[in-house]
């Protein structure tokens, strides 16, 4: 009787589908601009996809082959869009303090006065602008289409070189397009180096958690050195009232204020109206700590279906 049940229970288990097949698979990538990309960086990036891919899958193999390719085999129940959206994501974060539109505004009317003597119309910069920010850290936004317009705008030397004083290394950041294809442009304080005083090498673990209205989020902790330079960010941000921006990649996900004070401990969230799916693998991504070269994708094959 006892083996008739767990017969019954085995087939009842693979019949509904509740045991997932894995896929073994085997993916190249290739680096993209290799030719800038360091032996270290090479190595590095093998490194960071081993421990990326360590919370996701057994059996991982991350190697160099010979033609200086990145080369993956792993077997996981992830589908490869997944996966590969996991393996190819820089994973460069970066914690940015937010200037306020009203502290550069004489920067805009100067611009689009450059601009006038060029398109010889009225408003050139100022006719892309679709409103101005207020609360969420942002200048203005752009729609989508023209983006490309602005960022060529922001660039020209002759428009960087009216940054004066503790304004010179501003950089101008976009956020993630919104419902009606208007995309947020940031403005934030950077250096010569244009090295953001908190990134994700600070970082020591990530998860996938939930904010206050239940909507998927990453939570960071930060290790010593970037728990004492998140406190005293947070502490200018709370006298200033002004905003951080934290970015992925070079967009803005989210610029939170600071209304409780300096934030002590190292912990943080990073929100940006993420699917539960999306969280998940970027605090795959972020738990590694380093950011990767950008890598592009050239084949897969299934070693086993």
Excluded at 104 to 114: L, R, S, T
Aim: charged share 25%; with cysteine.
């Amino acid at each position: 009787m006892k083996n008739s049940y767990y017969s019954l229970i085995c087939m009842l288990l693979f019949s509904c589908g509740n045991v997932t097949p894995k896929h073994e698979y085997r993916i190249i990538y290739e680096f993209e601009n290799i030719e800038k990309v360091s032996a270290n960086d090479k190595h590095g990036t093998v490194q960071t996809l081993n421990n990326r891919l360590d919370k996701i899958a057994s059996d991982i193999e991350v190697k160099l082959n010979n033609k200086q390719q990145i080369e993956v085999k792993l077997s996981t129940d992830f589908e490869l869009e997944r996966l590969n959206a996991i393996i190819t994501n820089r994973g460069k974060l970066e914690f940015w303090e937010c200037i306020k539109i009203d502290e550069i505004d004489y920067f805009f009317i100067e611009a689009n006065a450059v601009f006038k003597t060029e398109k010889d119309t009225l408003n050139p910069f100022f006719d892309l602008m679709e409103y101005r920010g207020y609360y969420n850290g942002e200048l203005f936004s752009v729609a989508v289409k023209d983006t490309s317009l602005m960022r060529t705008y922001l660039n020209k030397k002759e428009v960087k070189s009216l940054l004066k004083g503790e304004f010179r290394y501003t950089k101008f950041l976009f956020g993630k397009p919104d419902i009606d294809n208007n995309v947020p442009l940031f403005a934030v304080k950077s250096n010569k180096g244009n090295k953001a005083y908190v990134n994700q090498t600070h970082i020591t673990n990530a998860r996938q958690s939930y904010s206050q209205t239940n909507r998927p989020t990453i939570t960071m902790q930060m290790n010593s050195q970037g728990a004492n330079r998140w406190e005293r960010m947070t502490e200018i941000a709370y006298q200033q009232g002004s905003q951080i921006a934290i970015t992925l990649n070079g967009i803005v996900y989210s610029a939170p204020s600071v209304s409780v004070g300096a934030i002590k401990g190292g912990n943080t969230e990073l929100s940006g109206d993420f699917t539960l799916e999306e969280a998940q693998d970027l605090a795959y991504i972020l738990s590694a700590n380093k950011s990767i070269p950008k890598l592009k994708f050239v084949n897969a094959s299934a070693i086993n279906d």
